[in-house]
């Protein structure tokens, strides 16, 4: 049978196209959740795969998703990290050894790469951080298909070899911002200020010094001050609300006056939903300086200033509505590389 004779979900068998998608962190899963939701409605079938993370299971299961969870988060020592991932490529092909999906898709789950390029399944990759080195260079390489926002030039991803690259007017986290209903987390005291813990156990801040506890403390006169820690950390203060659990954070940053943060994705969360977000320029982030430009409550600051930031837009809410309905979902882009068989 021809191709130009099979519908776009159609394998030459006549079954539905299967696609796959691995999330490793809480936001490939917010991720991976409307880019299934998206295929679903459209009539493929969707495989869906995590790993235990503090922040994966949770919230698939607040989203209403049912993953598949193969290995876990190990992030104590390198070799730790060696030997899960390993563990995970070894399980993804014994799940996949006699039912193969037709496509791959994940925000470079290295796992996935790994496996679907052993296994000589297209894959389509979303990336939004240049600095995180080793993921590009495991990832990116073994790619078909790139999607990156605009304000990433394709240069920084050509140079590991990436064959091609699609560019979308906007920047990943619109993919579930645009249609979000938040929750409201708690009756927390005003004015609401939250502030994330930096993620140091990630390979690309390894050796980073933390300063997010000092600043939340400094910024307790202004505020009720919730500090969002990460799992592993046990960190504790009188003077503070410490959420070491998991938390809607989408939710959390739509209801605060507030929010400090040293890296990309809460920090775009709260802009496009007009809370105003103080970035502590540690890494440069593309995607925040081209959210900042287009207009939306996203500050870089020195970590010098960001008690100056603090005192002058806490409360401060935005109506950014018009702005964010101009920007581009990359849902739409996957799909149509999917439909059209772009990923080649």
């Known amino acids: 049978m021809k191709e130009s004779a099979l519908t776009s979900l159609e394998r030459v068998n006549g079954e539905v196209m299967k696609i796959w998608y691995d999330a490793c962190t809480g936001k490939h899963v917010r991720y991976g959740v409307a880019i299934a939701r998206q295929l679903r409605k459209a009539g493929y079938e969707v495989i869906f795969t995590t790993r235990e993370h503090p922040d994966t299971l949770a919230l698939a299961k ?48 290295v796992e996935l790469c790994r496996a679907a390029f052993g296994l000589n399944i297209p894959v389509i990759l979303t990336a939004d951080t240049p600095y995180a080195t080793a993921v590009n260079r495991l990832t990116i390489p073994l790619a078909n298909t790139l999607v990156i926002s605009e304000a990433i030039p394709k240069s920084v991803f050509k140079k590991y070899g990436a064959p091609k690259i699609v560019q979308f007017d906007g920047v990943d986290e619109v993919a579930w911002i645009k249609d979000f209903n938040p929750s409201r987390i708690s009756e927390f005291r005003r004015p609401l200020i939250v502030i994330r813990q930096i ?70 969360e709260a ?67 999917i439909a059209k068989k772009q990923y080649g």
């Open 271 to 337: 802009a496009l939903q007009g809370t105003p977000s103080v970035v502590i320029a540690e890494f440069d982030i593309p995607a925040n300086r081209y959210l900042s430009k287009k207009g939306f409550p996203l500050f870089i600051v020195d970590s010098s200033k960001v008690l100056e930031f603090a005192k002058k837009y806490v409360g401060k809410k935005f109506d950014v509505k018009a702005k964010l309905e101009q920007l581009e979902n990359p849902v739409g882009s996957i799909e149509e590389i």
């Open 62 to 109: 607040a989203l209403g998703e049912k993953p598949i969870v193969v290995g876990k988060y190990s992030p104590q020592s390198l070799i730790a990290r060696l030997k899960e991932s390993a563990n995970r490529v070894l399980k993804f092909s014994e799940i996949f050894e006699d039912n193969l999906p037709d496509v791959a898709v994940s925000s470079q789950s």
């Open 199 to 268: 993620e140091t156990k990630a390979a690309y801040a390894l050796g980073k010094a933390d300063i997010t506890m000092k600043l939340a403390k400094e910024l307790t006169p202004l505020g009720n001050v919730v500090f969002l820690a990460r799992r592993y950390s046990k960190l504790q203060s009188e003077k503070l609300t410490v959420m070491d659990k998991f938390t809607d954070t989408a939710s959390l940053v739509a209801q605060a006056d507030l929010l400090v943060s040293v890296g990309g994705t809460i920090a775009r």
